[in-house]
């Protein structure tokens, strides 16, 4: 059984930084890609980043470039959010998700499609 889990939210002030994990189990980690994506109330899922477990490779939506940073440890298999000078509109619930793709891009681009996902963590930055 594929499992996901999200930690690593908090309350921090605009600038700040945060960490994300995301915890995978059930699935062999070099297979996949994992996503991270972010949801605010009345709006719509917004990808944010994904990472290919085959390569590391990366990608991210132009929103968080330059400010985000995903990492992977296959071997704890774990995946990192690094988030830094955090915006109040970073403010969403983040959720990570997972596919057996290599190339994860369309996934971010259209915010949704990943077969797994795990329960969110709530992220909140204020001014």
């Known amino acids: 059984e594929v499992q996901l889990q999200a930690s690593g939210g908090g309350l921090v002030q605009g600038g700040g930084s945060l960490r994300l994990s995301c915890v995978a189990s059930g699935f062999t980690f070099d297979d996949y890609a994992i996503g991270w994506f972010r949801q605010v109330p009345g709006k719509e899922q917004e990808g944010v980043s994904c990472?290919?477990?085959?390569?590391?490779?990366?990608y991210y939506t132009d929103s968080v470039k330059g400010r985000f940073t995903m990492s992977s440890d296959n071997a704890k298999n774990t995946v990192y959010l690094q988030m830094n000078n955090l915006r109040p509109e970073d403010t969403a619930v983040y959720y990570c998700?997972?596919?057996?793709?290599?190339?994860?891009?369309?996934?971010?681009?259209?915010?949704?499609?990943?077969?797994?996902w795990g329960k969110g963590t709530q992220v909140t930055v204020s001014s």
């Open positions: 998700a997972a596919d057996s793709v290599i190339i994860c891009s369309d996934y971010i681009e259209a915010g949704e499609g990943m077969d797994y």
């Open positions: 990472i290919s477990g085959s390569d590391g490779s990366t």
